[in-house]
């Protein structure tokens, strides 16, 4: 079946301008996950949703930085003003959740490659 | 709040060796701990998790891991790599599998 995937696979934009990330994630999983993948790190936690609602936005780095999930499927990662330091490899991933809260594997898309000139 | 080092930036090895590759937590509460590789121009993909139960873990293409408690460790192990192997690595941990904090990652270069 279809895996998650992202769109664009490649983003170049200029300091200062606006870009929109989009995820589609799996068929029926509940929780949607944005990470930041500098060169050279691993995976950075942004942000998490359940369903349409983000359960914890503490790894957004700062106000220029949205995300949005309106019906519970597809999220868009918005980043206003871009910066330099904003490029990067922008990964999401979906799960199901069983009970007691615990989420199952997170599956991950291919990434965006986001480069801010 | 958990993190994850990764002793090793990058590990290379020869064919059919045996590779080790070390993962160290802090946390103050019980975790999970996750093994993930990500081949060359791929997304990352779960290679084995440990949530409770037995120490030793046995995941895909051969690896396994074992969860030692007392020296907060998580080292992925293979007997035998091959070429195929060539990849970079990275441990997790995560409270709950929603707040997964990932460690700098290794990258394993096999040679023949």
């Known amino acids: 079946g279809a895996g998650v995937s992202q769109t664009p696979s490649n983003k170049v934009t200029e300091k200062g301008k606006y870009v929109e990330l989009r995820c589609d994630p799996i068929s029926g999983h509940t929780a949607l996950y944005w990470y930041r993948q500098s060169l050279g790190q691993g995976p950075e936690f942004l942000i998490y949703f359940q369903g349409t609602g983000a359960a914890d936005d503490s790894g957004l780095p700062n106000d220029r930085f949205f995300a949005v999930r309106p019906e519970g499927s597809v999220s868009t990662l918005k980043i206003q003003r871009t910066e330099r330091g904003d490029s990067a490899v922008y990964l999401c991933a979906s799960s199901s959740t069983i009970s007691g809260g615990y989420h199952n594997e997170q599956f991950f898309g291919p990434g965006t490659r986001l480069t801010v000139l | 709040a958990q993190s994850v080092t990764q002793l090793d930036s990058q590990v290379p090895v020869f064919e059919e060796a045996p590779v080790e590759l070390r993962c160290n937590y802090s946390?103050?509460?019980?975790?999970?701990l996750f093994w993930y590789v990500q081949y060359p121009n791929q997304g990352l993909q779960l290679l084995l998790k440990y949530l409770s139960g037995s120490t030793l873990v046995k995941g895909i293409n051969g690896f396994e891991a074992e969860f030692n408690k007392s020296q907060t460790s998580f080292h992925l192990r293979k007997p035998s790599v091959h070429i195929s192997d060539t990849a970079e690595y990275f441990c997790?941990?995560?409270?709950?599998?929603?707040?997964?904090?990932f460690g700098a990652g290794t990258r394993l270069t096999v040679k023949p």
């Open positions: 946390s103050s509460v019980s975790v999970y």
């Open positions: 997790a941990v995560s409270r709950d599998n929603n707040d997964m904090r």
